[in-house]
């Protein structure tokens, strides 16, 4: 059984296992069982943690065609657990696998994550795509102060941050540094020898999820995973788990743009804003004062906007990190704003422009009015004692975190 696009083919064995391989044959992929993770069980007063979810193997029960692709049917024996798979063809490049979990026991459970891509070398997958174990890999960052770049594997080593306040902000606690463990966050491309293999999560507009490499001294194991945080699922119930796209070609341009349009708004109100939001040019106090912004700069600088005609393209102006005077206490100006921020926000309106303000809404630190006033309103650990949201070398100071669900 096959699902076959112009540059990729999917192909069923009855052991459960598959092959991914572009029609040319230059590399390939043994893909492995897909794997269901339940939640750990939760700690005081916080949801149940991703990080103790309990993996479950799964066996194939079920094997058909579904125009042109498959439906496949796993099974986690003895946990009452379904997990089925739609293998369908996108277009020439691309097909896509989805996940849905099917609960067919008796109680409730709590879905860690789901891993709807997997070669496991331990367990007969086997990744080639490459001579003398060498493979290419696209770091994907977590977020903005993360990491991100093109590395040759397995020369790269990923440096461990040492200092673990800092880890918790720069990097997600669900992927701690490992030894011959590399990890991309929602995409990946993978270079061998023969051309490029993409794996993008789909979609990411509600959920995370990550693709991990890790080198074993048989090989290669690949995964990729969706995290579900704890989602329960009472007897009877299915859950759409979201999927993955898998793309094959020569240029990984070309495919992580594919993939990244496939992400894109397709309603016409969606494509509108989009196109309103990217109109607009705008000047970020950031990226030239950083926190060293001062009223008297920002008015120099919004002068000088306004009498050069080769910047008529900017329509607005951003005050950013730097004017407050406590981090959370976002409209107390420092005293580098003698006047104030509204005379601020008045003189950019002045000149013709939008103002813009950056603020860090969900922090404050210690010495804030805001957490001196209302210290109740930030999470706590279990003693009831706010927990350190992270520490900032910019700010010289930690920061505690408010917490969301409170009304």
């Given at each position: 059984m096959e699902v076959v696009t112009g540059t990729?083919?999917?192909?069923?064995?009855?052991?459960?296992?598959?092959?991914?391989?572009?029609?040319?044959?230059?590399w390939e992929i043994l893909l492995t069982a897909p794997v269901l993770s339940l939640a750990g069980p939760a700690g005081?007063?916080?949801?149940?943690?991703i990080l103790d979810e309990h993996r479950l193997p799964t066996v194939l029960r079920e094997a058909r065609s579904v125009g042109a692709g498959l439906a496949l049917r796993y099974t986690a024996p003895g946990e009452g657990l379904d997990l089925i798979l739609r293998v369908s063809p996108l277009d020439e490049a691309h097909l896509t696998i989805r996940a849905t979990v099917h609960?067919?026991?008796?109680?409730?459970?709590?879905?860690?994550?789901?891993?709807?891509?997997?070669?496991?070398a331990r367990t007969g997958g086997q990744v080639r795509m490459g001579e003398q174990d060498r493979l290419g890999f696209l770091r994907q960052g977590w977020q903005s102060w993360s990491h991100t770049g093109?590395?040759?594997?397995p020369g790269w080593r990923e440096t461990p941050i040492r200092m673990p306040f800092v880890h918790g902000m720069k990097e997600n606690p669900a992927n701690p540094y490992r030894t011959n463990r590399w990890t991309a966050e929602m995409v990946t491309v993978l270079r061998g020898d023969g051309g490029h293999l993409l794996v993008g999560l789909d979609p990411v507009t509600d959920r995370f999820g990550d693709i991990e490499l890790?080198?074993?001294?048989?090989?290669?194991?690949?995964?990729?995973?969706?995290?579900?945080?704890?989602?329960?699922?009472?007897?009877?119930?299915?859950?759409?788990?979201g999927g993955v796209v898998?793309?094959?070609?020569?240029?990984?341009?070309?495919?992580?743009?594919?993939?990244?349009?496939?992400?894109?708004?397709?309603?016409?109100?969606?494509?509108?804003?989009?196109?309103?939001?990217l109109a607009t040019v705008g000047w970020c106090t950031w990226y030239c004062f950083m926190r060293r912004i001062t009223e008297g700069l920002l008015r120099e600088v919004t002068e000088h906007i306004a009498t050069r005609r080769d910047l008529d393209a900017i329509r607005l102006i951003q005050l950013d990190d730097g004017y407050q005077r406590r981090i959370g206490d976002w409209l107390d100006p420092s005293g580098a704003f003698?006047?104030?921020?509204?005379?601020?926000?008045?003189?950019?309106?002045?000149?013709?422009?939008?103002?813009?303000?950056?603020v860090s809404p969900f922090i404050a630190e210690p010495r804030s009015t805001l957490f001196r006033a209302h210290p109740d309103w930030f999470v706590t650990d279990p003693a009831g004692r706010p927990i350190s949201g992270g520490w900032n070398p910019l700010w010289r100071t930690r920061f505690h975190v408010l917490d969301p669900t409170l009304p």
């Open positions: 990729l083919t999917f192909s069923l064995f009855e052991d459960g296992r598959a092959r991914l391989t572009p029609t040319d044959r230059s005081p007063g916080i949801t149940p943690q609960n067919t026991g008796a109680g409730p459970v709590a879905i860690g994550a789901v891993h709807p891509l997997v070669s496991d093109s590395h040759d594997l890790r080198r074993h001294p048989i090989g290669w194991s690949v995964a990729a995973r969706i995290h579900l945080d704890g989602r329960r699922l009472g007897p009877g119930g299915r859950l759409d788990a898998v793309g094959a070609g020569p240029d990984p341009d070309t495919l992580l743009g594919a993939w990244a349009a496939r992400l894109a708004p397709r309603s016409a109100a969606a494509l509108a804003r989009r196109e309103a939001t003698p006047t104030g921020l509204a005379e601020a926000v008045a003189g950019i309106r002045r000149r013709g422009y939008d103002p813009g303000l950056w």
